[in-house]
């Protein structure tokens, strides 16, 4: 058994986003993702095999979405499921505080 909290534990520095698994099972992946001010590298688009399901739990973030040229903006406690293939990357996540994201790939 493990249990914690989403907003523990973050890394005082951060120069790359941080990852971490909390659960890894044969169909679902969990992760803990924190961004302080990270968005993805010009010209790259995240494009999955798995399907994902993701929530802010605190800050916010921009994600764009290759298909319909569409921006979607998740503030605390918005969320949004992304389809397999669905190519998108992170436009913007809070500078001044850190976005903790809960992410499920299934």
Not at 76 to 90: K, M, S
Request: proline share 4%; with cysteine.
């Amino acid at each position: 058994m493990k249990a914690g909290s989403l907003l523990d534990h973050i890394p005082s520095s951060l120069p790359a986003e941080f990852s971490e698994r909390l659960v890894d099972a044969k169909h679902v992946r969990i992760e803990r993702i924190v961004s302080r001010g990270h968005c993805s590298e010009p010209g790259f688009w995240y494009d999955q095999k798995e399907n994902e399901w993701v929530m802010v739990v605190k800050g916010e973030a921009r994600l764009h979405f290759e298909d319909g040229d569409k921006t979607v903006h998740l503030a605390e406690g918005g969320y949004i499921d992304i389809p397999a293939g669905a190519r998108h990357r992170v436009e913007s996540t809070s500078a001044d505080t850190d976005t903790v994201w809960l992410a499920v790939f299934y």
